[in-house]
């Protein structure tokens, strides 16, 4: 596909475009989150579930972010997403690489092209993590927590906002001993437009 | 007065933002009634006519609404993927719409189109959508003086960032603003 080039390009210049924060401050701090949701919920499903939200709030407030960025860029996403192939490279490419300044790669397209992994090298957020091993017992239920489970809310909300109505998962965590992260990202319906009821009422 | 009004819709036609620039003689009650009713047929326009857009373009092009004109006055919109709409009511300006089409509406640095960008990704994501209070989905519009939308308690009011303030001057140094 003539876009892969081109849009981890891009995504290079918007990453450059971008203000940085200190990389180590920025895993302390989601370090710091997780920390304090464990604490207050103590269940790991629980907090799975609350950093699914919490990435979705962010996810909805990114996209405007990145369309605004990328738009003034003169990338017109109107024609660059035709397919769900397309919009997981923007994703990966060029979405992952203006906010964290990676570059994550696409692959694992299911028959149906419903359905892709992202797969990331290296995680900005799990710098100087260890979660407790299957050794040290007792904890065996923080195996459970899925550390970066803000990436699949991130990504939820963000396509939910595009009108794509999609389910993530982290499948492979480097933090749980795997080679490297995927998040597997299913499309479950595309949304479509209409009057919503504040339209009606109003 | 060129620029007679601003309205801001979200992909479900919810208004999230309006505001008007030419004095009305009506009192605000009922200037907030028409203001309603107006921005709903703007956005019913809008979205009907987007719909026929739709299916009027050739495959593998894209279909895109800029201003809708009348014989007196003309609508500019702009949309964005993520089903903002932000729609300009302006009179008809001879001399920019000539300016426009002479140098090419897109890459006119004060053309229309230029502006709402301009205003959605310097103005709108800055102020609002950056704003620690922005909930989306959850905004109070405000209607025109003291006619605040009840239960609005708890919710993000735009008026609590400075867009309004920067679209202002923003718009105020458009040379067509006048």
């Known amino acids: 596909m003539s876009s892969k080039s081109s849009a981890a390009q891009s995504g290079q210049a918007l990453w450059t475009k971008m203000p940085k924060a200190n990389a180590e401050l920025f895993a302390l701090t989601y370090g710091s989150l997780v920390t304090e949701l464990v604490r207050d919920y103590e269940d790991p499903i629980e907090v799975n579930a609350q950093l699914d939200r919490i990435g979705h709030s962010i996810g909805v407030r990114c996209v405007d972010e990145f369309l605004s960025k990328a738009d003034v860029a003169g990338m017109g996403m109107t024609t660059q997403c035709q397919s769900l192939r397309d919009t997981a490279e923007v994703v990966a490419k060029m979405g992952f690489k203006m906010f964290l300044g990676v570059q994550a790669e696409v692959g694992g397209f299911s028959q149906d092209q419903k359905s892709f992994s992202i797969y990331l090298q290296d995680n900005p957020l799990s710098t100087f993590v260890e979660l407790p091993g299957d050794e040290q017992g007792g904890s065996d239920d923080l195996r459970r927590l899925k550390y970066s489970n803000v990436y699949c809310g991130v990504i939820r909300g963000a396509l939910e906002q595009v009108n794509l109505k999609v389910e993530c998962n982290i499948v492979r965590d480097t933090l749980k001993g795997d080679d490297l992260n995927e998040i597997r990202v299913e499309l479950k319906e595309v949304l479509t437009d209409g009057a919503g009821d504040d339209y009606k009422e109003e | ?178």
């Open chain 2, 1 to 178: 007065m060129t620029v007679h009004a601003l309205h801001i819709f979200d992909r479900k036609g919810k208004t999230l933002f309006t505001k008007r620039y030419t004095n009305s003689k009506s009192t605000p009650a009922q200037d907030a009634e028409q203001l309603s009713e107006q921005r709903k047929l703007i956005f019913g326009m809008l979205f009907s006519l987007r719909e026929l857009m739709g299916s009027l373009t050739p495959e593998g092009e894209t279909p895109a609404l800029h201003s809708v004109k009348t014989g007196a006055n003309t609508l500019h919109c702009y949309e964005t993927l993520s089903g903002l709409r932000i729609a300009l009511y302006t009179n008809n300006n001879p001399t920019m719409n000539a300016v426009g089409s002479r140098a090419g509406v897109e890459n006119s640095r004060t053309s229309f189109q230029a502006a709402l960008k301009h205003i959605y990704s310097e103005i709108w994501v800055e102020c609002v959508v950056r704003s620690p209070l922005y909930r989306p989905r959850d905004i109070r519009v405000n209607e025109g003086e003291g006619m605040d939308v009840d239960g609005g308690e708890g919710r993000f009011d735009i008026r609590s960032t400075n867009f309004e303030q920067k679209l202002d001057a923003f718009l105020q140094s458009m040379p067509w603003f006048r």
